[in-house]
């Protein structure tokens, strides 16, 4: 079975802190994506990681993933209070390293609060 | 610019009722899923589907049936409501091929509650 630990669940940050967050998974895997969730919307798409290795970075957050090691990090430079929200990293076991299966599986998420 | 479509947005079921709540989308998308969200648990996967005509169970399907009859639509049954079923339910669908865009793009929820 699929499982995916998000940590920390909480994070309270201040404005033009860093921090990262954790994604770690327990099967193999070479596609993982990051979403940002607001109170009472939708997901977003943030980051689509598809190998070993890969990096992607918008304005302050840096996904990166290491498929070796089933870890994903989103990390967060000089944090700015928009960017409070929930982040969920999500991932889609692969066939070995083929097609998708289709049982995309989420982490709980990651509940971001950033204070002046 | 439709891309994923959920109907109803809000409902409130007796328990015992039954109701369907319906997916669509546009971007001819192979792949589509039904999530529950309560809080502290995440997203959930309830059922999901790989193409057209097919189905297959996620971590919690219990309580729910699914039909892809055509490729845009995938449905979402509760047969007999129960209270443990309010919860906030998203559909979501994806291109699930080898590619660059193969993130699930998601719909905007419909909130359930069953009294």
């Known amino acids: 079975e699929l499982k995916v630990e998000q940590n920390p669940l909480f994070l309270s940050m201040q404005e033009g802190k860093n921090y990262t967050i954790y994604c770690n998974y327990s099967?193999?895997?070479?596609?993982l994506y990051w979403y940002r969730q607001d109170p009472g919307k939708s997901l977003e798409s943030l980051f689509v990681?598809?190998?070993?290795?890969a990096v992607k970075q918008e304005g302050r957050l840096m996904a990166s993933l290491d498929t070796k090691a089933r870890l994903s990090t989103l990390h967060i430079t000089a944090a700015v209070h928009d960017l409070s929200a929930t982040y969920f990293c999500?991932?889609?076991?692969?066939?070995?390293?083929?097609?998708?299966?289709?049982?995309?599986?989420f982490g709980k998420g990651t509940k971001l609060s950033v204070k002046p | 610019n439709a891309g994923v479509t959920q109907t109803p947005k809000f409902r409130v079921l007796k328990t015992g009722q039954s109701m369907t709540l319906l997916c669509a989308q546009d971007?001819?998308?192979?792949?589509m899923y039904w999530y529950r969200q309560d809080p502290g648990m995440g997203l959930r996967l309830i059922h999901y589907?790989?193409?057209?005509?097919?189905?297959a169970k996620g971590e919690v399907p219990d309580g729910y049936n699914v039909s892809r009859l055509k490729k845009q639509n995938f449905l979402l049954g509760l047969e007999s409501a129960a209270p443990s079923q309010t919860s906030v339910y998203f559909c979501?669908?994806?291109?699930?091929?080898?590619?660059?865009?193969?993130?699930?793009?998601f719909g905007q929820g419909t909130r359930l509650t069953v009294v």
């Open positions: 589907s790989v193409g057209e005509g097919t189905t």
């Open positions: 999500a991932v889609d076991p692969s066939m070995n390293y083929g097609g998708s299966q289709g049982n995309l599986i």
């Open positions: 990681l598809l190998s070993n290795g």
């Open positions: 099967t193999t895997s070479d596609r």
């Open positions: 979501a669908s994806s291109s699930g091929t080898d590619g660059m865009n193969t993130e699930a793009f």
């Open positions: 971007m001819n998308h192979e792949y």
